[in-house]
């Protein structure tokens, strides 16, 4: 309903319309509604495992034009549905059935949380008789089966009847993409799905996600700070990156002259070769210093949590102001002048209110501090991790996005890598790596993807293989092998002298590869670059094995 001059105006159907919701076409359901109510969202892919409740929304599926990718574990399926929504910024479905299924999933939800991933999760629920805590005895029941999910998705909707399923799926569609994006959960009952739709065919769907603009009383007092700063510095996070704020962040940058240094999950925020950059240094003491040294600190997109705060021995001296759009963040960790705004809409107002402020001194600092990390990582003789991560680089296509497991090799590229990259810090568990490049590249087949796992986490995915093979998706997985959880068993020798529970009995990766239909290669930190590179050209999935042990820099947080 619309308002023209003081009068409403209501939408009326056509003719065709009219003659389309009265006769809708035979054979529809419950599941069909749900995805009439995706495709008319703008969904094009779901991700996802069948069970048995869940059937009546994936035989709905062989109705629609909607791509299916199907996924080995549930929690695989989690992790590629969060790929694609950061790449591609849209929402990411994913078809559940009810509790085990369901419950599966729940590490790449909170994942997808900390990331801030805009993944609606739609699951399957025992029949309509079965909700509210009674038990009845139905297969896979829970007490109350969206309580595992509350703590860590954004909303909760539950469906009783068909009726419900347009406006609860496009509510939660609207909650994903809302700042701070994130995951949502719809939970819908087996009978509701499965029971046949006297319904129209859903078509006119709308779901605008919320703005969240800054206050400008408090975006005016940021920029005073900011323009009569002696030493500013920024902070840049994951909201940046995910409000494609980069250019806004830049501009700002060079008008106030202030050096930044981007969180492990707001690489690519800001250039890296750029003489304001002062990289993702974050967990160096010679970067802590330099921000603590800071008389205004603008941090924007980030709660400065553990790894983006060189675990909390960060204490910042000067005046901080926060911004983010995660209200629950904001002085989380520290005092400041809290701004509760999408990244993008706070750093225009910024921009355009912020006065020059010139200093010929600021580049000279970034230039100075990074020769001291250089120098740093150059005296503990890391030559082998250096060179396994620069042919990495070397062998990446500039446009190909990289998936990085909880891997020693992917803690060198939070800090080293010149670039964005996606990886699960966020929430920290293993697997992420490959199911998750599977997800980007389901999103995008032109482009090849490397995902980059260690021996221990490649166990938690090796069964994607098949979905790889299945889907001809691009992905080159690099699996650096070190015969165990190659961290913890640092972390454990450094801690206690010796380590316990961290070695593996692994598979032949180059047979296992090859037992699924995937070419794979033996490699060696000289040949990595090549093999990578004719993997990455070549079609289809690739895997590439790297026998080697890497070790870790050393930390700066201990003394």
């Known amino acids: 309903m619309t308002h023209d001059h003081g009068h409403d105006v209501v939408l009326r159907p056509t003719r065709a319309q009219t003659e389309a919701a009265l006769n809708p076409p035979p054979g529809r359901t419950g599941g069909d509604l749900v995805v009439e109510t995706l495709a008319g969202l703008g969904a094009s892919t779901v991700f996802g495992l069948p069970g048995q409740h869940a059937l009546g929304l994936f035989d ?31 929402v990411a479905p994913l078809f559940l059935s009810t509790g085990p299924g369901a419950l599966t999933s729940l590490p790449a939800l909170q994942e997808a949380a900390a990331a801030s991933a805009p993944v609606l999760a739609i699951v399957s629920q025992v029949p309509v008789a079965g909700l509210g805590g009674g038990r009845h005895g139905y297969l896979h029941e829970l007490r109350d089966q969206q309580a595992s999910f509350r703590d860590i998705v954004k909303s909760v909707h539950t469906v009783r009847t068909q009726s419900q399923i347009p406006s609860a799926v496009a509510a939660a569609w609207e909650s994903a993409l809302s700042a701070p994006h994130g995951p949502v959960y719809v939970e819908i009952p087996q009978d509701v799905l499965l029971a046949p739709a006297s319904l129209p065919v859903v078509t006119a769907m709308d779901a605008t996600p919320h703005e969240l603009p800054p206050r400008p009383e408090l975006t005016a007092v940021a ?60 967990e160096d003491r010679y970067v802590t210093d330099f921000l603590e040294d800071a008389d205004v600190l603008l941090v924007v997109g980030s709660g400065l949590g553990e790894v983006s705060s060189n675990y909390h021995t960060f204490k910042p001296r000067g005046r901080v102001v926060q911004i983010e759009a995660d209200a629950g963040k904001l002085e989380s960790n520290h005092p400041a002048l809290g701004i509760h705004a999408d990244a993008r809409l706070a750093l225009q107002a910024l921009v355009e209110t912020v006065e020059e402020r010139p200093d010929e001194k600021a580049a000279p600092r970034v230039a100075e501090t990074l020769k001291a990390v250089r120098d740093r990582i150059a005296s503990q003789e890391l030559t082998l991790e250096q060179d396994v991560l620069a042919s990495v680089r070397a062998a990446l296509p ?8 909880m891997t020693i090799l992917a803690y060198w590229a939070w800090s080293a890598w010149p670039g964005p990259l996606h990886s699960a810090q966020g929430a920290g568990g293993l697997g992420y790596g490959f199911p998750a490049a599977l997800g980007a590249a389901a999103a995008d087949p032109t482009t090849p993807v490397l995902a980059v796992s260690g021996d221990g986490g490649a166990l938690y995915s090796i069964a994607e293989l098949a979905t790889a093979a299945q889907e001809s998706l691009n992905v080159t997985w690099l699996i650096v092998d070190d015969g165990g959880y190659g961290i913890l068993r640092e972390y454990m020798n450094d801690a206690f002298g010796q380590a316990t529970a961290t070695e593996l009995t692994r598979p032949d990766f180059v047979a296992l590869a090859e037992s699924f239909g995937v070419p794979a290669v033996r490699t060696t930190p000289e040949t990595l670059k090549d093999d990578l590179s004719s993997a990455l050209a070549a079609p289809g999935p690739r895997v590439v094995v790297l026998p080697a042990v890497l070790r870790m820099f050393a930390p700066t947080h201990l003394g």
């Open 60 to 90: 709905a599926l062989r109705r629609s034009d909607l791509r299916y990718v199907g996924l080995r574990v549930e929690n695989n399926a989690g992790f590629a549905a969060d790929a694609y929504g950061r790449v591609t910024g849209e």
């Open 223 to 282: 920029a005073d700070l900011l323009s009569r700063a002696a030493r500013p510095a920024i902070i840049a996070g994951g909201g940046v990156v995910r409000s494609d704020a980069s250019g806004k962040l830049l501009a700002l940058a060079e008008k106030v002259n202030a050096p930044v240094v981007c969180t492990f999950g707001g690489k690519g925020a800001f250039p890296w070769e750029h003489p304001l950059s002062l990289q993702s240094w974050m």
């Open 398 to 405: 500039p446009k190909s996005p990289s998936f990085w497991d």
